[in-house]
């Protein structure tokens, strides 16, 4: 039977279907009761139906060791500013980018102010204040693994 969750802020139907088992939100979206949620983020209080897994039997016994692999990853993608106050998986997930005030690699309102690497993790000071600085948040639920390379380009350069 269904289960019914509700949003909390950051939330999207991916991110819960990840969390909830699944390899992304296509089975998610395929539910008529999310059929109102397709089109726009996630507010806090949303009600997401998430359908039950499909589990299956393995014909092995249960007296030996046995080695099962994962097929594929698991891997959830989103766009966050970063914030002081929240933990990376509680910042909220933005729905438009926009382009940095400042150089690539400055930021911040003191001269000469550099971000910090492009791995960084953490709250970065310099960058919160540009309204319009973005990280990539990536997801992998199979970790460990290979570390996954993430490239973000623009599609049409302005």
């Known amino acids: 039977m269904p289960t019914v969750v509700t949003a909390q802020?950051?939330?999207t139907l991916c991110t819960l279907g990840i969390n909830n088992g699944f390899?992304?939100?296509?089975?998610?979206?395929?539910?008529?009761?999310?059929?109102?949620?397709l089109n726009r983020p996630l507010a806090a209080g949303d009600q997401v139906t998430i359908p039950d897994l499909d589990i299956?039997?393995?014909?092995?016994?249960?007296d030996?060791?046995?080695?099962f692999q994962i097929r594929g990853r698991q891997v959830g993608i989103r766009f966050v500013h970063g914030s002081r106050n929240l933990p990376f998986?509680?910042?909220?997930t933005l729905a438009n980018l926009n382009i940095s005030n400042f150089t690539t690699n400055r930021a911040g309102v003191t001269e000469g102010a550099t971000l910090a690497?492009?791995?960084h993790a953490t709250f970065d000071q310099n960058a919160d204040v540009d309204s319009d600085t973005f990280k990539v948040e990536v997801?992998?639920?199979?970790?460990?693994?290979p570390p996954l390379e993430v490239l973000v380009g623009a599609l049409r350069r302005t």
Not at 89 to 92: A, I, P, V
């Open 9 to 11: 802020d950051g939330d």
């Open 23 to 37: 390899p992304n939100c296509l089975a998610l979206r395929a539910l008529p009761e999310n059929a109102s949620l």
């Open 56 to 62: 299956s039997d393995s014909p092995v016994g249960t």
């Open 64 to 67: 030996q060791l046995h080695k």
């Open 89 to 92: 998986d509680q910042d909220l």
């Open 117 to 119: 690497s492009a791995s």
């Open 139 to 145: 997801i992998d639920t199979r970790a460990p693994g």
